[in-house]
């Protein structure tokens, strides 16, 4: 099946700093969906973003498809950003999401 | 409003045990998909069904069953737990050929002792 690795894995940052998550994948993918998960543990969609450049916010995205990468970028970041940043991407041919391992962000204040 | 419920959110059970594990939606939504969550894995799929009557395996299959009787619920089954399925457990619907929609349950943590 499509891998999808996502680093860095770990990623402390200083309030009001910005970063840079990346997600790449090993095949053509018909969509790829970044979520944010919380502390309480719910999975909150940020962006579908199968191409192209999309922003929400402080937050923005995106997806080179030719080349099989995504970034995420979030700007001054604040400690409400804390939480586990994934990458899923969804193929048509089975209409499943397969997941990345996941980017664990805390946001010091 | 439609939703996707899943219970209950946190269980400890025996090795050897069975337990099942509920998620129901209300979205009417033909595809349901049950995840487990584990740290450094992200979300691998257990078990999928695209309406009543179909089921397939996912990726983690071993150990767990799913039966699809109606269009709004997914039951997961361990047939006899072990403590390395000791994971979150997510539940997913959605309503067709893409991922637009794709919605996730709240999770169930399960502890098997």
């Known amino acids: 099946g499509i891998q999808v690795e996502q680093s860095p894995p770990d990623l402390i940052l200083q309030e009001g700093a910005n970063s840079t998550l990346r997600c790449n994948f090993s095949d053509s993918v018909n969509n790829l969906q970044w979520f944010h998960q919380n502390p309480w543990g719910q999975l909150i969609n940020l962006f579908y973003i199968p191409s192209g450049t999309k922003q929400n916010g402080r937050l923005s995205a995106t997806t080179v498809a030719t080349e099989r990468y995504s970034l995420l970028y979030i700007s001054s970041s604040q400690t409400t950003d804390s939480g586990v940043y994934f990458c899923?991407?969804?193929?048509?041919?089975?209409?499943?999401?397969?997941f990345g391992a996941g980017t664990t962000v805390t946001v010091r204040a | 409003d439609a939703e996707i419920t899943q219970s209950p959110r946190h269980k400890i059970t025996e090795t050897g045990r069975q337990v099942t594990l509920a998620c129901h939606q209300t979205w009417n939504h033909n595809n349901m998909f049950w995840y487990r969550q584990d740290l450094g894995h992200g979300l691998r799929l257990i078990h999928y069904s695209y309406g009543v009557q179909d089921t397939n395996k996912g990726e983690v299959s071993d150990g767990y069953s799913v039966s699809r009787s109606n269009t709004e619920d997914l039951p997961l089954t361990l047939e006899s737990a072990a403590s390395s399925q000791t994971s979150v457990y997510f539940c997913?619907?959605?309503?067709?050929?893409?991922?637009?929609?794709?919605?996730f349950g709240s999770g169930t943590r399960l502890t098997v002792v």
């Open positions: 899923a991407v969804f193929t048509s041919n089975d209409y499943k999401l397969s």
């Open positions: 997913a619907s959605s309503p067709g050929t893409d991922n637009y929609g794709y919605t």
